[in-house]
C-alpha cells in the first residue's frame, strides 16, 4: 500500500491539465423559462445552472469568471453587454464559453436567405431585429474576441446558421493536439434547425439537447476516442446522434465554424485519465506487478496513449464510394457512388503564394462542354488540366450572382481516371470561403460538386481584384478584399456611408463610386465617412471606395457599417468579412543568414552560407592571390 502512493502521485502529475492549454477560462451561461410575450419554457432554467455547475466542478472554470443571466437578468441589454464583457474579457491564450438556453426564431431575409436570432426574455417575434439577438452578432463578438478558442453552445432551434461546415484538423495530422490546442477556433453547436422545436421531459429534468451535454461532458461520454480530451466536433457529432435518437428525428443539433481556422475547444475528460489510473492501481495487488519500476512503466504508457494523435476521424467509410476514406470511422453520410454517366468535381490544393487552385474531376464519361459558377473567387488564368491540354474554350460572365463559365470542346475529352485534373487556374479570391456550384454537362447526368473550402487570404496592396466581383455578391452586402477594395451590392441608391476598419491603419481613401459620384471623403486611421454635398448618388453593384491599408501585422475587417440612402434612413447591409491577413514575401527559415522576422510568405529566397564578401548568399571568392570578388576570370590580375 505504502508503494502505491508515489506511483499516484507521479499518474497525476504526468496527466495533461487544463492549465496546460489555457490561461483562463470565461462563460456566460443563460437561461430563460419565463418570457415577457412568447411561450414559456420548463427548464431552462434548471439546464443553465446544471451547465454553470459542471464546468465551474468539473472543467476548471473560475467561479467569478462564470456570469449566469436567470430569467428576468436575460433581458436584451444585459445579454449583449454580458457577451460583449465576457468574450472581450478573453487573452491570446483564454477560452470562452456561452451556453444559451430558451426560444430561438428564424426570419427570411429578402434576397432568399434567412437569419437565426436568439430571445431574450423580452424580446418579441414580431420585430425580431430590434428585440432580439442575430446569428451575426455572435459572428461578429467572436471575431472582436482575443481568445484562442469560443464554443457556442445554444439549446435552441433555429436557422440562418451564419457559419460554414468546415472541420477541422484531420485527427491523423502529425501533432494533432498541440495544432488543435495552439490553433484558433470559433465553433457553435445549436440543438435544431428551423421548424424543429426544443424537447423538454419530466423524466428527464432537462432538454434533450442539455441532457445530453451534460452526459457527453461530465461522465467524458463524448470523448469517442477515449484519448482524455473532448474536442467541439466530437461533442458536436455526439449530440447530433443522441439528441437525434432521444427526440425520435424531431429534433437533429448542428454544429458549425464561424471561422476556416483548424483549432479545437478542449474539455480534458479527468474522468478517463483517473478511470486509468484507478485500474492500474487496482493492480497492484496482483502477482504481476511486483515493484514500483513496473507500475511507473505501465503509467508512462498511459501516458504516451494519451500523447498520441486522435483516432477518431469522420469521412465517407463506404469503399464502393468515390470519396471513401480509408482512414475514416465514423461515416458523415458524405458518400457519392458514381453511376456510367455521373461524374464527380471537387477542389483539390489551393496555393495563397500565387492564388493558384486544382479542381479535380472523376468520371468515366466523354466532357464535351461544361457550365459552372464559382463563389467566393473569380477565374484570371487556366494554367493546366484537361480545359487547358485539351483545348477547351472557356467563357465566362461575371456579371450576374455569382461567376459563372462555360467550357466547349469541338472534340471532347474521356476522363478514363478518377483523379483527373480539370483545370488549374490562377484566381482572384474575394471571400475566405470558395464554392463551385451549378455545374451542368450536357451529355452528363449527375454532377456531384465536392465541399466548399475555407482558405486564408492575405493582403497585398499591389493586387487589386476586378469590379465585377462586387455584382457577384449577393444584395445588400459589403466586404472588404485582399486588395483593399471595399465593394458593394445594393438595390438601392447610396447618399453616404461610414465605416470603421479593424486591425489595420488607413493610409488613404480615394475613387471607386463615391469617387466618381464627387463625394467628400474624410479619413481616420480607423474610419471612413463619404458623402454628397450635392445630392448625388450611386448604387448598383461595384468598387464603393479603395483603400491604402497599413495592416497591424495579424488581420483586418469591415466593422460597424452604417450605409444611408437620399432620405437619411439607413439601409440595412450584410458585412461579408474575410479575415484579411498582411502578405509580406521573403525567408521564413530562421536558421538563414537573410531570415526576415516579418515575412508572412517564404519566397523560396533562403541563403544559408556567407560569402568571402560578407554578403549573405553572395557570390564572392577568395581566388589563388587573396582577393574576394565575383569574377573567377581576374584572378590575381592588377
Known amino acids: 500500500m505504502y508503494k502505491i502512493l508515489p506511483i499516484l502521485l507521479f499518474a497525476y502529475s504526468l496527466a495533461v491539465t487544463t492549465d496546460d492549454i489555457y490561461d483562463n477560462s470565461y462563460a456566460l451561461i443563460i437561461g430563460i423559462d419565463k418570457y415577457e410575450n412568447i411561450s414559456n419554457l420548463d427548464y431552462a432554467v434548471k439546464d443553465a445552472n446544471s451547465v454553470a455547475s459542471l464546468l465551474k466542478d468539473n472543467f476548471n472554470f473560475p467561479a467569478e469568471n462564470v456570469k449566469i443571466l436567470l430569467n428576468d437578468e436575460a433581458t436584451l441589454t444585459n445579454f449583449k453587454n454580458s457577451l460583449e464583457e465576457i468574450s472581450l474579457s478573453a487573452k491570446v491564450n483564454d477560452r470562452v464559453l456561452i451556453y444559451f438556453a430558451g426560444h430561438g426564431e428564424t426570419d427570411d431575409l429578402p434576397d432568399g436567405g434567412e437569419m437565426g436570432y436568439l430571445l431574450p426574455i423580452d424580446g ?44 477541422g484538423l484531420s485527427s491523423t495530422t502529425p501533432n494533432f493536439i498541440d495544432k488543435i490546442t495552439n490553433n484558433k477556433s470559433r465553433q457553435i453547436i445549436t440543438a435544431g434547425g428551423r421548424g424543429e422545436e426544443v424537447l423538454e421531459k419530466s423524466e428527464w429534468g432537462h432538454s434533450a439537447f442539455t441532457m445530453n451535454l451534460i452526459r457527453a461532458l461530465e461522465n467524458g461520454k463524448a470523448d469517442l476516442n477515449a484519448d482524455g480530451y473532448i474536442t467541439g466536433d466530437e461533442l458536436g457529432v455526439f449530440l447530433k446522434e443522441k439528441v437525434t435518437i432521444d427526440s425520435e428525428n424531431q429534433q437533429t443539433p448542428q454544429s458549425r465554424r464561424f471561422t476556416s481556422h483548424e483549432g479545437e475547444f478542449v474539455f480534458i475528460n479527468n474522468a478517463y485519465i483517473k478511470k486509468q489510473i484507478i485500474n492500474i492501481t487496482s493492480e497492484a495487488g496482483n502477482d504481476d506487478i511486483r515493484d514500483i519500476d513496473e507500475l511507473r512503466d505501465k503509467i508512462a504508457s498511459l501516458e504516451e496513449q494519451l500523447s498520441k494523435p486522435v483516432k477518431f476521424i469522420q469521412g465517407c467509410t463506404d469503399e464502393a464510394a468515390i470519396n471513401y476514406n480509408p482512414n475514416a470511422n465514423l461515416d458523415d453520410e458524405s458518400c457519392i457512388i458514381l453511376g456510367k454517366a455521373d461524374a464527380y468535381i471537387r477542389f483539390g490544393n489551393f496555393n495563397n503564394y500565387d492564388n493558384t487552385i486544382d479542381v479535380i474531376i472523376s468520371s468515366k464519361t466523354t466532357i464535351y462542354d461544361l457550365e459552372f459558377m464559382t463563389e467566393g473567387f473569380i477565374v484570371e488564368e487556366l494554367i493546366d488540366g484537361i480545359l487547358s491540354d485539351d483545348n477547351f474554350i472557356l467563357s465566362s460572365d461575371s456579371t450576374n450572382n455569382g461567376s459563372w463559365y462555360f467550357a466547349l470542346s469541338i ?75 471595399v465593394l458593394y451590392n445594393t438595390l438601392e441608391p447610396i447618399a453616404g456611408f461610414q465605416f470603421s476598419i479593424v486591425g489595420a491603419s488607413i493610409l488613404d481613401a480615394f475613387g471607386g463610386e463615391a469617387g466618381a459620384a464627387d463625394f467628400m471623403i474624410s479619413t481616420s486611421t480607423t474610419t471612413v465617412v463619404g458623402f454628397s454635398l450635392s445630392g448625388a448618388t450611386f448604387g448598383g453593384c461595384g468598387i464603393m471606395i479603395e483603400l491604402d491599408l497599413d495592416l497591424d501585422g495579424n488581420t483586418a475587417n469591415l466593422e460597424d457599417v452604417i450605409v444611408s440612402d437620399p432620405s437619411g434612413s439607413e439601409l440595412f447591409f450584410n458585412i461579408e468579412n474575410n479575415e484579411i491577413k498582411w502578405r509580406e514575401y521573403g525567408c521564413t527559415d530562421m536558421d538563414a543568414c537573410n531570415y526576415n522576422s516579418d515575412a508572412t510568405i517564404d519566397d523560396h529566397s533562403c541563403a544559408y552560407e556567407i560569402d568571402c564578401s560578407g554578403i549573405c548568399g553572395g557570390n564572392s571568392l577568395l581566388d589563388k592571390c587573396g582577393v574576394c570578388d565575383d569574377n573567377p576570370d581576374n584572378d590575381c590580375k592588377p
Open 124 to 167: 418579441k417575434r414580431d420585430r425580431l431585429f430590434s428585440t432580439s439577438v442575430p446569428m451575426d452578432d455572435l459572428k461578429r463578438i467572436s471575431s472582436m474576441s482575443a481568445s484562442k478558442h469560443m464554443l457556442f453552445l445554444i439549446d435552441a432551434c433555429y436557422g440562418g446558421l451564419a457559419a460554414t461546415g468546415a472541420r
Open 411 to 485: 472534340m471532347g475529352h474521356e476522363v478514363d481516371e478518377t483523379n483527373a485534373l480539370l483545370f488549374k487556374a490562377k484566381i482572384i479570391p474575394y471571400q475566405n470561403r470558395l464554392c463551385l456550384k451549378n455545374i451542368i454537362s450536357d451529355n452528363t447526368q449527375n454532377i456531384f460538386i465536392g465541399d466548399c473550402i475555407n482558405v486564408e487570404l492575405l493582403y497585398n496592396k499591389n493586387i487589386r481584384g476586378s469590379e465585377n466581383i462586387a455584382c457577384g455578391m449577393m444584395d445588400q452586402r459589403i466586404q472588404l478584399t485582399p486588395g483593399g477594395l
